[in-house]
């Protein structure tokens, strides 16, 4: 993919343990998964099966992205991870090591430094560019799955398009809670033909998946699929007329960077029911802070209540 | 008369399904024309589930032909439609009312839901137009629409009939097959309901084919009536001459042991 | 009243009927052979006989409610002739709804259905407006001495006589060309028996051919024109 020589970038060779094939998968499996990509490229938003591997961590942690990730690896590649936005978490720092430690590649924290970002639960607020690959992180990839259990009856509403029913579910919230409360996961079309999950990322980064100019590849390692949007591909979060599709809004910015256009996380601070909110994106907040940027004292802060509609969203 | 200018809604030929070497349903023919409730009736094994089913689309038989004359292109066999097209038939131009609700409502989404999907699926897209018309189709069917955004599992089996029953209407149906539609339901509950669908089908013009193995049910909904019995249909005709004056041996013995029809 | 009752005639031809019974060995019970009839519009028959010899069964095949074994019964209106034993069911339907009624002393109880709604019922599948329906319902109602304060209640528990006189405001919501009587006025008092018999030649001289059973020779000669006698058949062996 392409060279990068920034100095954030931190190439550890010395890590890299030579008794595993390239990436830990054997070349074999990779061609595979490569092909299952091939496949799920040429048709956004579909779901591809694929012979998901057994991998040196359990389900749930991200083993389908893992996979995509090894398959499209190379050693000229920076890799960057992140979970829930930060690249300091266990799973993130687990994932980035492992890669460090199988393949030798560089790592960073750094959105525009890394050629591959494998992610959950986020897409980082600094745009992509062309050439970069988003790999997300799939717990379920069915998005009729909650509604119809059968596979062999979403395979064939998905054939026929038939998705009705996916708006039963924000007709339910909106009798429910007034607006569509969906805050995660929240239901897209892709080029105008596929319903798709896009994995738990909050519906404040839906908008970032249209037309983006990277790449981004879907795994889903437990239920054996691969699903992928192209670059400068539309996707279309799913609404009412009289029901647009929003994204989350806050009052306050960022308790550290002052950033006010990015996804904020509440941090409860102390046991008289202090709190924060701070960017969920750790490398972009720190990015802000490097800058010169601060956020408000908490003190000086009015009540940090968060609109109405945030309450609901995040329940 | 106007027979022959007049096309029917629904045309079975030669009606025939096998489950393997065992008949369900054999050699049946029928026309059903607009505005016509066609009752079927015969005990538990006669074939009349089987040929439901097979009219209905929702299973495929093992010979013969079920044609029905589409909105857009007139007449059109079944099954020689993609099933696309046929999909689309079962959930716009057709209802199916089932015996028990839970075959027929989704049970973790709300009464008001259950109807709106049938809208969006065929591309609704404004919320409140389709809570409207849910409400409107739930106050049709004598149902409390304070009680729309519940869960059908909240509500009484007749409540939950009647969810199904507008369920089925709001895309305005030409043709309703219905399976024992008061079959789970006590008495009193039984009366009222058919009582509805009486109207409904009078009011709305519709045509259907109705199941039943209660000829009281099938006095008072159905115009026509076909018995069945071993998978063929033994008798058909008028459906007060078919009870009051049945020519076939199990018609007669049909209607002469229930106590009162 | 209504000019479509003009022009009507009922004719049955060589009209036969039996019944087979299956559960008693197939055995074969005639009851009606080669009975000739025409009615015309403006007249009234009344059909005479012992009790058992069919006049019933007579009105029941003339209405399709039974099937005949041989013989014709055809129905001419305003130029057309509709040959029933011939006709597809929705024929029938399509005749009973607007052209042939048929009064019985039984009312089918539809459940949870007022009076006033069972009186305007048949009124629904024609062009009559529904205000138009209910006027004629109560008229109906209160003229054969239903108390106003049953015809919003369901019959199902009114007395005997009750549910014979809603039956009969039902049977002549509509101006049946043709309209088929089977002992109307049985067991009715006096007063009721008398605006059943009003009912009736105010249908017949509005140009409608009717057929009826009256066993109460006072009713019967109050409302027939001509007599019709029907002979039973000897029992088969």
Same mark, same amino acid.
């Given at each position: 993919m392409q060279d990068q020589t920034n100095t954030s970038t931190s190439h550890s060779i010395d890590e890299t343990d030579h008794g595993y094939n390239f990436a830990y998968l054997d070349e074999q499996t990779k061609r595979m998964i490569r092909r299952s990509i091939l496949k799920a490229v040429a048709i956004p938003g579909y779901q591809v099966p694929f012979g998901s591997r057994e991998m040196p961590l359990p389900y749930g942690w991200g083993t389908g992205g893992i996979q995509v990730t090894a398959s499209i690896i190379g050693p000229e590649d920076t890799l960057k991870v992140i979970d829930q936005g930060a690249d300091d978490t266990t799973n993130a720092v687990s994932i980035r090591r492992f890669f460090a430690h199988t393949a030798g590649v560089a790592t960073t924290e750094t959105t525009g430094d890394a050629t591959v970002i494998q992610t959950r639960h986020r897409i980082p607020e600094t745009p992509l560019t062309p050439g970069q690959i988003l790999v997300y992180q799939v717990p379920i990839p069915e998005p009729l799955r909650w509604l119809e259990p059968r596979e062999s009856e979403t395979r064939k509403m998905h054939a026929l398009k038939e998705y009705g029913i996916m708006y039963v579910r924000l007709y339910e919230d909106i009798s429910r809670f007034g607006h569509i409360s969906t805050a995660y996961d929240y239901p897209v079309i892709v080029n105008g033909r596929y319903l798709m999950r896009p994995s738990p990322i909050p519906k404040f980064d839906n908008p970032k998946m249209d037309n983006n100019p990277a790449l981004q590849l879907f795994g889903a390692g437990r239920e054996k699929r691969i699903y992928a949007v192209p670059p400068y591909t539309e996707v279309k979060s799913l609404d009412f007329r009289d029901y647009p599709f929003q994204i989350q809004k806050w009052e306050d910015s960022c308790a550290l960077c002052g950033a006010a256009d990015s996804f904020l996380d509440e941090i409860i601070i102390d046991d008289q029911g202090g709190r924060m909110f701070v960017c969920s994106d750790s490398h972009y907040c720190g990015e802000r802070q490097d800058a010169g940027h601060r956020g408000r004292d908490p003190s000086e802060m009015p009540d940090a209540t968060p609109n109405p509609t945030d309450i609901a969203e995040t329940a | 008369m106007m027979q022959e200018t007049e096309i029917p809604l629904l045309r079975v030929s030669r009606l025939t399904h096998y489950y393997d070497y065992i008949v369900g349903c054999r050699n049946v023919s029928f026309d059903l024309y607009p505005g016509e409730v066609l009752g079927i009736v015969g005990e538990s094994g006669s074939g009349k589930s089987t040929l439901l089913n097979c009219i209905s689309a929702r299973m495929e038989p093992t010979g013969g032909s079920v044609e029905y004359d589409t909105r857009a292109e007139g007449m059109r066999d079944l099954f020689g439609l993609t099933e696309a097209e046929r999909r689309m038939l079962m959930r716009t131009d057709w209802g199916f009312v089932h015996q028990n609700p839970r075959d027929g409502l989704r049970m973790s989404v709300s009464a008001g839901a259950n109807i709106g999907e049938r809208l969006m699926a065929v591309g609704a897209r404004v919320y409140e137009d389709i809570r409207e018309s849910s409400a409107d189709w739930l106050s049709r069917v004598e149902f409390d629409t304070e009680r729309m955004d519940h869960l059908p599992s909240t509500f009484s089996g007749g409540m939950q009939q009647r969810v199904q029953i507008a369920r089925n209407l709001v895309t305005g149906p030409r043709l309703i097959f219905m399976d024992e539609p008061t079959g789970g339901l006590d008495v009193s509950v039984q009366a009222r309901l058919l009582d509805l669908l009486r109207e409904l089908v009078d009011d709305l013009g519709l045509s259907a084919i109705l199941v039943t193995h209660d000829l009281a049910v099938a006095r008072l909904l159905s115009h026509r009536l076909m018995v069945m019995r071993g998978g063929e249909v033994v008798e058909t005709g008028l459906t007060d001459q078919v009870l009051d004056?049945?020519?076939?041996p199990y018609s007669q013995l049909l209607v002469s042991s229930v106590l009162q029809a | 009243m209504t000019p479509a009752n003009s022009g009507v005639a009922l004719r049955v031809e060589n009209l036969s009927k039996s019944f087979t019974l299956h559960a008693q060995g197939g055995i074969s019970l005639p009851v009606l052979s080669r009975i000739d009839m025409a009615v015309q519009g403006g007249e009234c028959v009344a059909l005479v006989g012992p009790? /058992?010899? /069919?006049k019933s069964t007579l009105l029941k095949c003339i209405y399709a409610n039974y099937l005949s074994d041989t013989g014709s019964i055809k129905m001419e209106l305003n130029g057309e002739t509709h040959d029933i034993l011939n006709a597809a069911p929705r024929d029938i339907i399509r005749l009973r709804k607007e052209s042939i009624g048929y009064v019985s002393q039984f009312l089918r109880v539809i459940p949870r259905i007022s009076a006033l709604e069972i009186v305007a019922g048949p009124l629904a599948p024609t062009d009559t407006p529904k205000d138009e329906a209910l006027d004629r319902a109560r008229t109906l109602l209160s003229r054969l001495n239903i108390p106003e304060h049953l015809w919003n209640l369901p019959p199902a528990t009114f007395s005997g006589g009750e549910q014979q006189r809603v039956n009969i405001a039902r049977g002549f919501a509509v101006h049946y060309p043709v309209l088929l009587l089977?002992?109307?006025? +049985? +067991?009715?008092d006096r007063n009721n028996r008398d605006v059943v018999i009003e009912l009736i030649r105010e249908a017949r001289d509005a140009g409608a051919a009717l057929v009826g059973i009256f066993h109460d020779e006072e009713v019967r000669d109050a409302v027939a024109d001509r007599l019709v006698t029907v002979q039973p058949l000897v029992e088969a062996a």
């Open positions: - | 004056d049945p020519q076939h | 009790s /058992g010899a /069919g089977d002992e109307p006025t +049985a +067991a009715l």
